[in-house]
């Protein structure tokens, strides 16, 4: 059954094969009718192909590559106690939605750019069109120019370039001036908010007389100091006041007493009569001792003893007003050597008993005074702390923003890369227009178009008796 079904397709083949042969042959005049319509449409083609060789000027094309380095630079500038500026540039290709190549070509097929290069070359108008090609995933930019000679072709191409060049470092100036014009008022801002704050310091200061917070801290010191010899006189007085105690006891006085002693003391004629008291009391003593007291020298010097005596006390009544008695302890102290020394000891302490509470009076006062200032003052170092700060913050702002301006400058190819030439113009050493390879390929295309054309005509009823078979 399946080599029947084999078989019957072969046949209508075959039937199929011979009805084409058969009726696709064409009538005698047929040929003659094909070949004067064919023939007149190929010499046309040709003949413009030839036309185009020999008629169309040759052009030169002069090509070179730009390249675009892809790394951003950066840098940071560090004053001490100043302050610190830092500048950043990111790779022109770090963005994925804009794309230095792209806004290049858009530069280099500029009016202007082109306008530019025909003014550099003395050429009236614009220069042709270049052809920009972007060599995908790298950042190669591949330029031609077409001239009429090589040399020609060269020198179009040199001249976009340097216009294209020129373009760039107009933009870059540009750019540079305006955001420097930027940075400057700014600057100019910020400079006069650190006078503000350098005069509101100095203002502050001079109503205050707090300059330094190191003059702020030497005041607390003091008061410091103040509580420690605060400390020390009271020790010396509790030290002075036991000494005068123990003393005053010793002799039997009171301290009273004994500053009445000290008038006493220092009165040249009490001194002297106490002086001629103790020689001839020395001498009565001596002399009573050895002769008895009714002998005539004994007599003598008990006279001038009792004269001596009764001079001296009236001597101390008029200087203290003291009684009798006292007066004759004050004198049993002078005449004695150990009871004078002692007598001195409790005067000197006294006297530093009294200069320690002088001195500790006044050291009291003193804190006092500070004491009722430390409000204020703290508020005075509290608000000097913070114009301080004000300052030195508006310092720092004013420095870094001085150090910024310079760094912008570092890099002038931050908005628009560095473009480097890594192929200069080439001279052409033949002719890129017209190509003959591609206008012969052109003729021999068009020639088989017609002829593929005309044998349709020649099929057309075979190939519709095919499409549309009899029913």
């Given at each position: 059954m ?19 042969i058969?009726?696709g ?17 190929l010499?046309?083609?040709?003949a413009?192909v030839?036309a ?32 610190q ?26 009016d ?9 070359l ?12 972007l060599?995908?995933q ?8 077409s ?12 001249a976009l370039?340097?216009?294209?060049l ?9 750019e540079q001036?305006?955001r420097e ?11 006069a908010?650190?006078?503000a ?11 205050s ?41 010793v ?13 006493l ?20 003593t ?14 003598e ?6 004269a ?5 006390l ?24 150990g009871r004078e ?9 006294d ?32 608000k000097?702390?913070d ?80 499409a549309?078979?009899?029913?």
């Amino acid at each position: 059954m399946k080599n029947k079904t084999e078989n019957a397709a072969g046949n209508r083949f075959l039937l199929r094969l011979w009805h084409f042969i058969r009726y696709g042959l064409p009538s005698p005049g047929r040929y003659k009718r094909y070949t004067l319509t064919i023939l007149p449409i190929l010499v046309v083609i040709w003949a413009l192909v030839f036309a185009y060789l020999s008629v169309a000027p040759l052009n030169y094309k002069s090509s070179m590559t730009l390249i675009l380095p892809g790394s951003g630079m950066g840098g940071s500038l560090n004053l001490e106690s100043i302050g610190q500026a830092s500048a950043q540039t990111s790779s022109a290709f770090a963005g994925t939605s804009l794309s230095p190549t792209e806004n290049y070509k858009r530069l280099l097929s500029a009016d202007s750019t082109l306008r530019r290069a025909a003014e550099i070359l003395g050429e009236p108008g614009l220069l042709p069109a270049p052809t920009i090609k972007l060599v995908d995933q790298t950042n190669l930019i591949l330029v031609s120019v077409s001239g009429p000679s090589p040399e020609n072709a060269r020198g179009r191409l040199n001249a976009l370039r340097q216009a294209f060049l020129e373009c760039l470092a107009v933009l870059r100036d540009d750019e540079q001036a305006k955001r420097e014009a930027a940075d400057r008022e700014q600057l100019e801002n910020l400079e006069a908010k650190a006078r503000a704050a350098q005069l509101e310091l100095l203002e502050f200061q001079g109503e205050s007389g707090l300059a330094t917070m190191d003059q702020f801290n030497s005041r607390i010191q003091i008061v410091d100091d103040l509580r420690a010899r605060e400390r020390e006189a009271l020790v010396e007085i509790e030290y002075g006041a036991a000494a005068t105690k123990r003393l005053a006891g010793v002799l039997k006085t009171s301290i009273e007493n004994a500053s009445l002693a000290l008038v006493l003391k220092n009165d040249p004629v009490f001194q002297s009569l106490i002086g001629q008291y103790a020689s001839v009391n020395t001498q009565w003593t001596e002399a009573s001792a050895t002769l008895g007291d009714r002998h005539m020298s004994v007599a003598e010097l008990r006279a001038e003893r009792g004269a001596l005596r009764k001079s001296m006390l009236v001597r101390g009544r008029e200087l203290t007003g003291l009684e009798e008695k006292i007066l004759l302890r004050f004198v049993d102290i002078s005449t004695s050597d150990g009871r004078e020394r002692i007598f001195e000891q409790l005067i000197i302490a006294d006297g530093d008993s009294a200069a320690a509470e002088a001195r500790l009076g006044e050291i009291r006062r003193q804190i006092d005074e500070h004491n009722r200032n430390a409000h204020e003052l703290v508020t005075q170092a509290a608000k000097l702390s913070d114009l301080l700060r004000a300052r030195r913050v508006a310092e720092a702002v004013v420095s870094s923003a001085l150090a910024r301006l310079d760094t912008n400058k570092a890099d002038p190819f931050a908005s628009y890369p560095l473009v480097q030439t890594f192929e200069w113009p080439s001279l052409p050493t033949a002719p890129s227009s017209p190509s003959t390879m591609l206008a012969i390929a052109g003729g021999v295309a068009a020639s088989f178009f017609v002829l593929v054309g005309f044998l349709m005509l020649w099929l057309r009823q075979p190939l519709l008796q095919l499409a549309l078979p009899k029913s």
